[in-house]
């Protein structure tokens, strides 16, 4: 059975941070197994716990353990995995620079809220035998847009998956009346 989740979200400054480690610390005590979660970039609770938290979960006690995300490495982890499928699904792409469209893709919009999602999917998978996981939230703004990213994401990616078709469409069209039937390259 998949790990309870409590969100502690709000704005900035309003006590996410010392709720969210008083809530874990209140479900290990009752017994649970707990990951208290921080996704929150000001990384309050090593503050809090008076410990240095990083990238991984660290026992705090037999049944807590505290993760603060870096974002900025799960951010960059993302870019690698996209650049290296692209690089496998579309090999007729060498053409293109690339490396200028990374450099871009660095800054799109949307890509702080993916980075979150992933640290959120990873610790569901690998932390199955967690009874509760306790997710200390950023600020309003990035909350607000992590909970309407899979929603937003699904819209995005179905138009796209149309255009791409009808592109490819008019692509074998076109290649049919310029050369006759030719075996048109496809994605993998």
């Keep these: ?3 309870r989740l409590l969100f502690f979200v709000g704005k900035g400054g309003v006590g996410k941070s010392t709720l969210s480690a008083l809530t874990a610390l209140a479900q290990a005590d009752a017994g649970r197994q ?8 000001a990384h309050n609770q090593s ?14 006690d037999s049944r807590l353990s505290v993760m603060e995300a870096d974002i900025g490495s799960w951010i960059t982890r993302y ?10 699904s579309y090999t007729y792409l060498t053409a293109f620079n690339l490396e200028q469209h990374f450099r ?11 980075a979150l999602q992933r640290v959120l999917e990873r610790r569901l998978r690998e932390d199955q035998q967690l009874d509760t996981i306790v997710v200390d939230m950023p600020p309003t703004a990035l909350t607000t847009r992590f909970f309407a ?4 994401t699904r819209s995005w990616t179905e138009q796209l998956l149309a255009l791409r078709r009808s592109i490819r469409d008019k692509r074998a069209m076109i290649t049919n009346i310029k050369v006759g039937k030719r075996e048109i390259e496809q994605d993998r």
């Design 79 to 88: 870019l690698k995995e996209v650049r290296r499928n692209v690089e496998e």
């Design 1 to 3: 059975m998949a790990p």
């Design 104 to 114: 871009v893709l660095r800054h799109s919009p949307g890509l702080e809220e993916f």
């Design 47 to 60: 503050d809090l716990f008076g410990r240095d938290f990083g990238d991984t979960p660290l026992p705090v």
């Design 34 to 41: 707990v990951l208290l979660l921080s996704l929150d970039p």
């Design 149 to 152: 990213s899979p929603s937003l």
